[in-house]
């Protein structure tokens, strides 16, 4: 039977954790537990009921040890836990986590939870009502979630509330335990409350803590916080987010705080629970940089050289200190390079520690925090301290850390709330009586070790986490069971989140302080997530910032090295359903350090979508053939089926073979005039998975589809003095490029005969003078070029005695999403790709001759974060680059001279300039460069010089590997000539093509033909 006169004991532990923040906006403050049945342990104590150890915002962790209840064996209905909530007062409900325990193997924990119970209340604590008989409990589900259950009161007005348990969630009998992982009681008239507010390592942000959920859209409106010095605003708020994993807590951008005093005033920020705010309340900014011990600064000895003290250089002005001369460490000078350290000799017999007294400034709230250690080990075998602990006996509380000679003398890093951890290990063991550094940084659940500034482990932190307010130990843990043994120079414990960019710059600032070689790789992009179709392929890309050119990559499928994925992006080959869940991540290697990505998964699904056209164009190199782009790759016997392509307008298709890839047709025709119009009717063609196109009509365009394409061959407006007043787009987009103002000054010459006795326009001089020209096309959705694009163009340089500039669309000096130019004093092409505030540029290899007529090209692929961009002189390439920062499209369109700070003029000639929304294929990329390259008469249109080298029985033919491939074909006689391709294998190295026939006694003949 349960006792309902059970005497109220108010437990230490409840009392400790109530002052840790478990009041609540809208919850009742200071809960102790009156009363219980039993506990398994101490671990899984009912004072873990009113606690926030193991709760981030509403999500609770799954393991039980610190941060849920648990009864001892017996019979399940004679459990009972009792809550004393202070004072009568009206209870509109109750939230409760149900018991939500997992382990490997032991996923049936969770039906320990209360499946039924009675809920009584008194008033008195003596004489208890049952009101809400036999209420069901919902099972936790056994993961890190916001599983919360709210059983409503009614406003139900009482001072003590009892819950009786009926059954758990187990077949009767089977499992007598049951228990419990958070209860919440929820009373209207208390408004929400603002537990704290700190800032950040780098002054720039606050994060504010509620005592429970908060709406985020009260709690996100700026105009809701300000931040003052003396009560005057004194900085300004520039975001406020909630961060993930978290709805009790906000963050906000700020200006820098530059003052060492700020407050944070809150007002009119509601509980998600009922609505309550909070009303202008104001907390004192807290640093969340709490301790700074360096052996150089702030050190007191006695006369034996012996640490006495030790001044915390932090905002919050600490002191270890010790009194008892046989634990003072000693000041060593010139220990560790050449500065000093503080020496501590712990070992079984010996202890050297400092203790720094609780305080509120150095309080760890939610389980975030970052400590930094340089030092060095005399010696390895020893269970060492890595010097800075707080612990409840020899429980983290929040942090402990320690070299594990059962692990390879490897760090061990704890994080916990007094009764259970998380350990987190160092991959590697510090070398003896050399410097190293090692940082820990723990953020939401994960926590992750770093030695000397490279990447070692991360790991899941589920375990709760408790601030018991006990006193730091430096040099030794509470239970003097792990001490440390060897010299530190500097100590750094910051009690929130840090950024990667926080912790590079304090590793690297550590490094270069103590002469620590450091490594630095930051993850920008990570591989995401994606569902495809079969037959599709997937991409998966990262982006990283290391400080070492030498960064290598390693893709992984499933946890394997893929063969040759050594690039900052992966293409999978065709999609099968057998792929369906597979997971992709790299593996980033600077110097020796190598750091895992975040995993990616593949959905596969099966393609039951049948194909379409995505568009249909004449070939801009040879506009007698068509290319018809598929969505998706299409089936050969249907796909070359010429009689599946219908033209109109008297024009008929004679054949139909493959382009480049599966999802390319290039159609043979007949019929087709220039400047004719056409529709393409496409029918009965399917995918690999027989899915058959509905039979449509597109129109036929220009392939590849340009969104500007200007040439001094047609579409010129001319004013009476051979000015170019207007120069039409050939695209069929309408971006007609016009002079920037109505002046003869700004509009370009039309010369007649120029390359290859063809048109070409003159910019930034005439005959006698420089002169600024200047062409501007309006803003228009087809010139958004933010994605992938490709610019190509023929023109010619007079000099490059300043900036030449070929085109771009800039803010004021800076891409927005591009500029193109060649650089001042070399020529070198240049390409910058940027959002108008930032850009990232590829540099050509290659500067092209002064006055002589070139093909210049460059092509941006991948995505907009990271992206390739690859140069190209005369059909060759010319340099290459990563795109890593964002482009956008708000810049101003120019041809010939950057006219948004006048950085660049053109003093040359453009014969023709064609801009694409997409990045060319290197097939069709060679094609329309061996086009141009013919039409203007310039070498990269020149055939290469076959040769034929025989010995042995056999002869070698052999040919430059050129541009755009070209056919080897042999013929038995020249009159007349019957050619046909050649079945032997072509064989490429170190750029030359070869193919090695038999020799016999009949004669051949062989040529090379461009298709």
């Given at each position: 039977m349960?006792?309902?006169?059970?005497?109220?004991?108010?437990?230490?532990?409840?009392?400790?954790?109530a002052?840790?923040?478990t009041?609540s906006?809208?919850y009742?403050?200071?809960?102790?537990?009156?009363?219980?049945?039993?506990?398994?342990?101490?671990?899984?104590?009912?004072?873990?009921?009113?606690?926030?150890?193991?709760?981030?915002?509403?999500?609770?962790v799954?393991?039980?040890?610190?941060?849920?209840?648990l009864?001892?064996?017996?019979?399940?209905?004679?459990?009972?836990?009792?809550?004393?909530?202070?004072?009568?007062?009206?209870?509109?409900a109750?939230?409760?986590?149900?018991y939500?325990?997992?382990?490997?193997?032991?996923?049936?924990?969770?039906?320990?939870?209360?499946?039924?119970?009675?809920?009584?209340?008194?008033?008195?604590?003596?004489?208890?009502?049952?009101?809400f008989p036999?209420?069901?409990?919902?099972a936790?589900?056994?993961r890190?979630?916001?599983?919360?259950?709210?059983?409503?009161?009614?406003?139900?007005?009482?001072?003590?509330?009892?819950?009786?348990?009926?059954?758990?969630?187990?077949?009767?009998?089977?499992?007598?335990?049951?228990?419990?992982?958070?209860?919440?009681?929820?009373?209207?008239?208390v408004?929400?409350?603002l537990?704290a507010?700190?800032?950040?390592?780098?002054?720039?942000?606050?994060?504010?803590?509620f005592?429970?959920?908060?709406?985020p859209?009260t709690?996100?409106?700026?105009?809701?916080?300000?931040?003052?010095?003396?009560?005057?605003?004194?900085?300004?708020?520039?975001?406020?987010?909630?961060?993930?994993?978290?709805?009790?807590?906000?963050?906000?951008?700020?200006?820098?705080?530059?003052?060492?005093?700020?407050?944070?005033?809150?007002?009119?920020?509601?509980?998600v629970?009922?609505?309550?705010?909070?009303?202008?309340?104001?907390?004192?900014?807290?640093?969340?940089?709490?301790?700074?011990?360096?052996?150089?600064?702030?050190?007191?000895?006695?006369?034996?050289?012996?640490?006495?003290?030790?001044?915390?250089?932090?905002?919050?002005?600490?002191?270890?200190?010790?009194?008892?001369?046989?634990?003072?460490?000693?000041?060593?000078?010139?220990?560790?390079?050449?500065?000093?350290?503080?020496?501590?000799?712990?070992?079984?017999?010996?202890?050297?520690?400092?203790?720094v007294?609780?305080?509120?400034?150095?309080?760890?709230?939610?389980?975030?925090?970052?400590?930094?250690?340089?030092?060095?080990?005399p010696?390895v075998g020893?269970?060492?301290?890595?010097?800075?602990?707080?612990?409840?006996?020899?429980?983290?509380?929040p942090?402990?850390a320690?070299?594990?000679?059962?692990?390879?003398n490897?760090?061990?890093?704890?994080?916990?709330?007094?009764?259970?951890?998380?350990?987190?290990?160092s991959?590697?063991?510090p070398?003896?009586?050399?410097?190293?550094?090692v940082?820990?940084?723990?953020?939401?659940?994960?926590?992750?070790?770093?030695?000397?500034?490279?990447?070692q482990?991360?790991?899941?932190?589920?375990d709760?986490?408790?601030?018991?307010?006990?006193?730091?130990?430096?040099?030794?843990?509470?239970?003097?069971?792990?001490k440390?043994?060897?010299d530190?120079?500097?100590?750094?414990?910051?009690?929130?989140?840090?950024?990667?960019?926080?912790?590079?710059?304090?590793t690297?600032?550590?490094?270069?302080?103590?002469?620590?070689?450091?490594?630095?790789?930051?993850?920008?992009?990570?591989?995401q997530s994606?569902?495809?179709l079969?037959?599709?392929?997937?991409?998966f890309i990262?982006?990283?910032?290391?400080?070492?050119?030498?960064?290598?990559?390693?893709?992984?499928?499933?946890?394997?090295?893929?063969?040759?994925?050594?690039?900052?992006?992966?293409t999978?080959?065709?999609?099968?359903?057998?792929?369906?869940?597979?997971?992709?991540?790299?593996?980033?290697?600077?110097?020796?350090?190598?750091?895992f990505?975040d995993s990616?998964?593949?959905?596969?699904?099966?393609?039951t979508?049948?194909?379409?056209?995505?568009s249909?164009?004449r070939?801009?190199?040879?506009?007698?053939?068509i290319?018809?782009?598929?969505?998706?790759?299409?089936?050969?016997?249907?796909?070359?089926?010429?009689?599946?392509?219908?033209?109109?307008?008297?024009?008929?298709?004679?054949?139909?073979r493959?382009?480049?890839?599966?999802?390319?047709?290039?159609?043979?025709?007949?019929?087709?005039t220039?400047?004719?119009?056409?529709?393409?009717t496409?029918?009965?063609?399917?995918?690999?998975?027989?899915?058959?196109?509905?039979?449509?009509?597109?129109?036929?365009?220009?392939?590849?589809a340009?969104a500007?394409?200007?040439?001094?061959?047609?579409?010129?407006?001319?004013?009476?003095?051979?000015?170019?007043?207007?120069?039409n787009?050939?695209?069929?987009?309408?971006?007609?490029?016009?002079?920037?103002?109505?002046?003869?000054?700004?509009?370009?010459?039309?010369?007649?005969?120029?390359?290859?006795?063809?048109?070409v326009?003159?910019?930034?001089?005439?005959?006698?003078?420089?002169?600024t020209?200047?062409l501007?096309c309006a803003?228009?959705?087809?010139?958004?070029?933010?994605g992938?694009?490709?610019?190509?163009?023929?023109a010619?340089?007079?000099?490059y005695a300043?900036?030449?500039?070929?085109?771009?669309?800039?803010?004021?000096?800076l891409?927005?999403?591009?500029?193109?130019?060649?650089?001042?004093?070399?020529?070198?092409?240049?390409?910058?790709?940027?959002?108008?505030?930032?850009?990232?540029?590829?540099n050509?290899?290659?500067?092209?001759?002064?006055?002589t007529?070139?093909?210049?090209?460059?092509?941006?692929?991948?995505?907009?974060?990271?992206?390739?961009?690859?140069?190209y002189?005369?059909g060759?390439?010319?340099?290459?680059a990563?795109?890593?920062?964002?482009?956008?499209?708000?810049?101003?369109?120019w041809?010939?001279?950057?006219w948004?700070?006048?950085?660049?003029?053109?003093?040359?000639?453009?014969?023709?300039?064609?801009?694409?929304?997409?990045?060319?294929?290197?097939?069709d990329?060679?094609?329309?460069?061996?086009h141009?390259?013919?039409?203007?008469?310039?070498?990269?249109?020149?055939?290469?010089?076959?040769?034929?080298?025989a010995?042995?029985?056999?002869?070698?033919?052999s040919?430059?590997?050129?541009?755009?491939?070209?056919v080897?074909?042999?013929?038995?006689?020249?009159?007349?000539?019957s050619?046909?391709?050649?079945?032997?294998?072509?064989?490429?190295?170190?750029?030359?093509?070869s193919?090695?026939?038999n020799?016999?006694?009949?004669?051949?003949?062989?040529?090379?033909?461009?298709?």
């Amino acid at each position: 039977m349960k006792n309902n006169k059970t005497s109220p004991v108010i437990l230490a532990a409840a009392v400790l954790a109530a002052s840790l923040g478990t009041s609540s906006a809208a919850y009742v403050t200071n809960v102790v537990i009156a009363g219980f049945s039993s506990q398994f342990n101490t671990g899984r104590a009912p004072t873990n009921l009113v606690s926030d150890t193991g709760l981030y915002g509403d999500n609770h962790v799954h393991n039980a040890i610190g941060s849920m209840w648990l009864s001892i064996g017996g019979n399940v209905s004679t459990n009972f836990v009792t809550f004393d909530l202070g004072a009568v007062r009206p209870i509109e409900a109750m939230k409760v986590w149900n018991y939500n325990e997992i382990a490997s193997g032991a996923n049936q924990l969770i039906r320990r939870g209360v499946a039924a119970a009675d809920i009584l209340t008194s008033t008195d604590g003596v004489n208890f009502t049952t009101n809400f008989p036999n209420v069901a409990f919902t099972a936790a589900p056994g993961r890190q979630t916001n599983f919360g259950q709210v059983i409503s009161f009614g406003g139900l007005s009482a001072r003590y509330v009892r819950i009786n348990v009926i059954t758990n969630h187990f077949t009767l009998g089977t499992d007598n335990l049951v228990g419990l992982s958070k209860v919440r009681f929820i009373d209207t008239n208390v408004p929400p409350v603002l537990v704290a507010a700190t800032r950040n390592f780098s002054s720039n942000q606050v994060t504010v803590f509620f005592s429970e959920s908060v709406t985020p859209a009260t709690a996100t409106n700026l105009t809701r916080y300000a931040i003052q010095t003396s009560g005057t605003n004194s900085a300004t708020i520039l975001s406020a987010t909630l961060p993930p994993g978290y709805n009790n807590r906000v963050v906000l951008k700020t200006s820098p705080l530059t003052n060492s005093s700020y407050s944070l005033v809150a007002t009119n920020v509601a509980a998600v629970s009922d609505g309550k705010v909070i009303d202008d309340t104001t907390v004192t900014i807290e640093p969340e940089l709490c301790l700074w011990f360096m052996a150089d600064a702030g050190v007191t000895t006695n006369g034996a050289g012996q640490v006495t003290a030790w001044a915390d250089q932090s905002p919050a002005a600490q002191t270890a200190s010790q009194t008892t001369n046989a634990f003072m460490p000693l000041w060593v000078d010139a220990a560790i390079s050449n500065k000093p350290a503080i020496r501590f000799t712990g070992t079984g017999t010996s202890t050297n520690f400092l203790t720094v007294p609780s305080s509120p400034v150095t309080r760890v709230r939610g389980g975030d925090f970052a400590y930094f250690t340089v030092m060095t080990i005399p010696t390895v075998g020893l269970q060492n301290g890595f010097l800075l602990s707080r612990a409840l006996v020899n429980n983290p509380a929040p942090f402990d850390a320690r070299l594990n000679t059962g692990a390879g003398n490897r760090p061990n890093f704890f994080r916990g709330g007094g009764f259970g951890a998380t350990r987190t290990d160092s991959l590697i063991a510090p070398p003896v009586n050399t410097p190293f550094l090692v940082c820990y940084t723990t953020q939401g659940t994960n926590s992750s070790v770093y030695h000397d500034g490279a990447f070692q482990s991360s790991t899941f932190a589920s375990d709760g986490v408790a601030d018991f307010n006990t006193p730091w130990f430096l040099g030794a843990r509470a239970d003097f069971a792990v001490k440390t043994h060897g010299d530190v120079a500097e100590a750094i414990f910051i009690r929130g989140a840090i950024t990667d960019a926080e912790r590079i710059a304090i590793t690297e600032q550590l490094g270069a302080k103590y002469g620590l070689t450091i490594v630095s790789l930051v993850f920008n992009q990570q591989p995401q997530s994606t569902t495809k179709l079969q037959g599709e392929t997937a991409t998966f890309i990262v982006n990283v910032t290391a400080n070492s050119p030498s960064v290598t990559y390693q893709w992984q499928r499933n946890g394997t090295n893929i063969a040759g994925a050594t690039n900052v992006f992966y293409t999978t080959p065709t999609l099968t359903l057998a792929d369906n869940a597979s997971t992709y991540r790299v593996a980033v290697t600077v110097n020796t350090s190598t750091q895992f990505s975040d995993s990616a998964t593949l959905t596969v699904l099966p393609d039951t979508v049948a194909p379409t056209v995505v568009s249909a164009g004449r070939q801009i190199w040879n506009p007698a053939e068509i290319t018809v782009v598929f969505s998706e790759a299409v089936a050969g016997a249907s796909a070359t089926n010429a009689s599946n392509y219908v033209l109109n307008g008297g024009a008929s298709v004679t054949g139909a073979r493959f382009g480049d890839t599966s999802r390319l047709i290039v159609l043979s025709t007949s019929g087709l005039t220039n400047g004719g119009s056409y529709l393409l009717t496409v029918q009965n063609v399917q995918d690999l998975f027989a899915n058959v196109i509905t039979t449509v009509q597109v129109p036929v365009g220009a392939y590849p589809a340009p969104a500007l394409w200007l040439k001094a061959d047609a579409g010129i407006n001319l004013s009476a003095s051979n000015r170019v007043t207007q120069w039409n787009d050939q695209s069929g987009n309408g971006n007609h490029a016009t002079p920037l103002f109505s002046f003869a000054d700004f509009e370009p010459y039309l010369i007649t005969n120029g390359f290859n006795g063809l048109p070409v326009v003159r910019f930034g001089y005439d005959d006698t003078n420089y002169v600024t020209n200047v062409l501007t096309c309006a803003s228009s959705p087809s010139l958004a070029l933010a994605g992938n694009m490709s610019i190509i163009t023929v023109a010619s340089f007079l000099d490059y005695a300043g900036f030449r500039g070929i085109a771009g669309r800039t803010s004021i000096n800076l891409p927005d999403p591009f500029d193109w130019f060649m650089a001042a004093g070399t020529g070198i092409p240049r390409l910058q790709r940027g959002n108008g505030a930032q850009f990232s540029t590829l540099n050509g290899l290659a500067a092209p001759a002064t006055n002589t007529p070139s093909v210049l090209a460059a092509v941006v692929s991948g995505g907009i974060i990271t992206t390739n961009m690859t140069a190209y002189l005369n059909g060759q390439t010319n340099g290459s680059a990563l795109q890593t920062v964002s482009a956008s499209d708000n810049g101003s369109f120019w041809i010939g001279h950057r006219w948004t700070d006048q950085g660049t003029t053109l003093r040359g000639e453009l014969a023709e300039l064609l801009v694409f929304a997409e990045a060319l294929s290197p097939g069709d990329l060679a094609s329309l460069t061996f086009h141009l390259a013919g039409k203007y008469g310039l070498p990269a249109a020149q055939a290469p010089v076959l040769s034929i080298a025989a010995g042995g029985g056999t002869a070698t033919l052999s040919w430059p590997t050129p541009l755009v491939p070209f056919v080897l074909e042999s013929t038995a006689s020249l009159a007349p000539a019957s050619w046909s391709a050649t079945t032997n294998a072509v064989t490429t190295t170190n750029g030359t093509n070869s193919v090695t026939i038999n020799l016999n006694a009949t004669t051949e003949f062989f040529r090379l033909r461009y298709p």
